[in-house]
């Protein structure tokens, strides 16, 4: 089945360091993946949607500065967060879309990448 | 606006008893709406999608647009059950909307 490998799974770094995350689709090309953002005992936000060859689309409230986003092939994308602070620390999970198999699997999701920063 | 509402954060269960996860929705368009299952330590996994109408592990989910619902039910609950369920609408743009989850704790 389609496998999303993220990494890494687990970070922690000092505040004002910049932390590369990477989503890559292992068996399948994604044009499009999302990034979510998970704080403890909730759900799943949005932050954005990543699109191969062209700008990443953010939803509301997330800071494009912040949070840069690179979708350069079509089986990886990353997530900078740039100038990391404490409260930026979280649980950052993405998603890939396979269009071949769209009906069964909308998204197949990475494990995570849980962030500390001190 | 989008929104998906799981109105229980926990819910505890007994082995071999009915369960139903409720889910409602609030959304403009036709729906399309999905169940996901987190496992301890786990990945998110899809566990049904209401277009395809199966019966996932025993699972089933109906969508009700009177009362904009699509609440997850097993009738008999098993312990390998225990996990976080997710409730998400898609919308035409294609993302995905989550519910807060609700943590299912079936015990023996």
């Known amino acids: 089945g389609a496998v999303v490998s993220q990494h890494p799974s687990w970070v922690i770094c000092k505040s004002g360091t910049s932390v590369k995350i990477e989503c890559r689709s292992l068996d399948f090309q994604a044009t499009t993946m999302f990034w979510y953002r998970q704080f403890p005992k909730q759900s799943l936000m949005l932050m954005a949607t990543?699109?191969?060859?062209?700008?990443?689309?953010?939803e509301q409230g997330v800071e494009k500065d912040k949070f840069l986003i690179n979708h350069a092939s079509l089986t990886l994308s990353t997530l900078t967060v740039t100038s990391a602070h404490p409260e930026d620390s979280s649980f950052y999970i993405c998603s890939a879309r396979d269009e071949r198999s769209t009906y069964n699997q909308p998204q197949h999701f990475g494990d995570g990448t849980r962030l500390s920063i001190l | 606006a989008q929104r998906v509402t799981q109105p229980e954060k926990l819910l505890s269960v007994f082995k071999g008893a009915p369960v139903e996860l409720k889910c409602n929705y609030s959304y403009s368009g036709s729906p399309e709406l999905f169940w996901y299952v987190q496992y301890s330590r786990q990945r998110l996994q899809l566990l049904l999608r209401h277009i395809s109408r199966e019966s996932i592990k025993g699972f089933t989910a109906d969508l009700n647009k009177g009362e904009t619902s699509f609440h997850l039910k097993k009738p008999f609950a098993q312990e390998e059950d225990s996990a976080m369920y997710y409730c998400?609408?898609?919308?035409?743009?294609?993302?995905?909307?989550f519910g807060k989850g609700t943590k299912l704790t079936v015990n023996p």
């Open positions: 990543s699109n191969e060859g062209s700008k990443a689309t953010y």
């Open positions: 998400a609408l898609m919308s035409g743009s294609e993302k995905l909307v």
